[in-house]
């Protein structure tokens, strides 16, 4: 049977044989070609190889989102900017008006520097060498108690805060990250002097009454100091104010 | 048996006529449908030589492994894993196993011829 099958067969191969090789090697051309060219051409653009460029996509996703941030920033300070000069445009006494209003109400959020009498509180990491076996958290300032004393300042009727040159704004938190406290995201380390504009006689008095916090730190033998001056200054805060989630309700 | 050649010509100038540009991402996928096709020809050339050539299998061969090997280059996408390396080396090692054959399989013809 196989011999009587093998002449039509040895017939029917080259036929088959040759136009399926061909189409095939004109694929393999045609993708070879293909493959080469955009390889060459990303290496000539980008003066990378291919396989680096999951790392490539990655970095520039990272910049097209600093870029739109950065958008968005330059769209509202146009837009400040175009108020400015509507102001400016309209009349001298409505733009003094309008200034003055705008200036209580820098000074009010913390964007300008701020003078006047008030109390500088300067504390520090307790001197005493922590005794063997002892926790060494407890002799150096944790953020809840330069927190404490913004608070009692707060409570105490300051006008102005500043910890280490940062004012304390309405956004501001005090928080730590590992061993360094932040505040308004600046890193900052011991000594802390907390600078407040307000009366400082009463200041004084509420940080010093008993079971306040600064009682509470001299116990624990950190060194506290509280110094009255008659004009301290307070410097504005640098940082942004950015409502991503919050409206102004339109209602109240 | 310049048909072959001609249609790898022919792919050639198509090639250079029509520059596709790839897609950054798919790069990868191009270069394992190249892989898959050497290994078709050269099976089908090895089939050939040892006269067993069957053009169903031949083209199903390549059209499921260029698939297959496609599937896991997305899978691995997918997984964060690149895992059509797998489909480069086994192509690799199938090419390398098929031109070992169709070298032996000459060898022994051209001596068998020659005596």
Known sequence: MADAGSPRVQVERPLLWRPSMAVLLACI???VVTQVHNVWRIRRTLRIPSTQLEELAFSLRNQERNRAALETQVAELRARLADY???AAESRTSAAGVNRQLQDLRALVGLTALEGPGLVVTLNDSTRPPKAG???NKTILHYSDIAGVVAELWAAGAEAIAVNGERIVTSTG???VGTTILCNTKRMAPPYVITAIGDPRRLGQYLRRPGGSLEMLAAFDFPVRLTPYPRVDVPPYRGTFHFEYAGVNEKE | MWL?????ILGVVLGFLFSVEIPLGYVKYTAIAILAAIDTILGGLRAQVEDRFDL???LSGFVVNAAFAALLAGIGDLLGLDIY???VIAFSIRIFDNVGFIRRDVITHYLKHGR
């Open chain 1, 134 to 136: 002892e926790d060494p």
């Open chain 2, 4 to 8: 072959p050649v001609v249609g790898l």
């Open chain 1, 29 to 31: 051309g045609f993708l």
């Open chain 1, 174 to 176: 005090i928080n730590c």
């Open chain 2, 56 to 58: 169903s299998i031949f």
């Open chain 2, 85 to 87: 390396l797998g489909a």
């Open chain 1, 85 to 87: 000069e509507k102001a």
